[in-house]
């Protein structure tokens, strides 16, 4: 398998002060990708492109493009309680959207079989109209976009295993039945969203499915849930691309989380994922990072899951 790792120095310069969310998350990660020679000899490493004002309003709403740049611009350090901004993130934010556009391009090119996207900020909670939890832009919303946009994917499955629901996600494409939101997630938790009675409308009817698991549910019982929806989904919804929303902070020990999963099962599920993909989709995956806050953890968790793809 050719893996793409998408990565830019710049989502360093996204400032979030003293947060959970910062960029000593990526450093631990790279230092784990970097620290298994095989594996970084092995993936194709590239920078991204930055999301255009067109690419990103294929799911946002321009008012919401404006209120960030005018934010960045103005120093303002804030969108809301949880999410913070400096001047730089803006622009980073295009940069993380824009990596969602590059793994696209390079799936659907056949140029790599998947992709990483080792980005921050993350984006699952962003929403047509608000940035918010971390999140400023919905990089796999707007990844899923694009595919449709450039390429005439047809259906397009976003699995997101993020302790936290995809809010964002969920609520720009719940009345589009041309993409899958499909989410296991801490419940209730943060942002409070993710009934299993969500299920889409309209057009999305059915095109939504949320698992989720109390908080301390066992990793077994977590695994056989998602795999049990990802048999139905594949029957109901074959997939020609799938979009990870790869949040690590449903792994044992996460300061921000209460769900139990290993790192073996991180490589469990991707490689459930790839299954997936290699029978509709010509093996494309596009695994674009979400939260995952444990430092101690993080760079091994990441790593695991990177080998699973380029395996
Ligand atoms: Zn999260």
Redesign the pocket.
Known sequence: MTTALIYDPAYLKHETGHHPESPLRLKAILAALEGDELLWARAKKLQPVAASDEDITRCHSTRLVKQLKSLCERGVAFVDLDTALSSDSFDVARLAAGAAITAVDQVFSGEADNAFACVRP?G?HATANRAM?FCLLNNAAIGARYAQARYGAERVLIIDW???HGNGTQDIFYKDGSVFYFSTHQYPYYPGTGASTDRGEGEGEGTTLNIPLAAGSSARSHRQAFTEALKVIERDFPPDLIIISA?F??RRGDP??GLMLEDSDFREMTKEVMDIAERFATGRVVSML???YNLETLGETVRTHVTALTS
């Open positions: 993350p699952h939890g993020d302790v936290h949040g902070d449903s921000l989380g979400e939260g995952g």
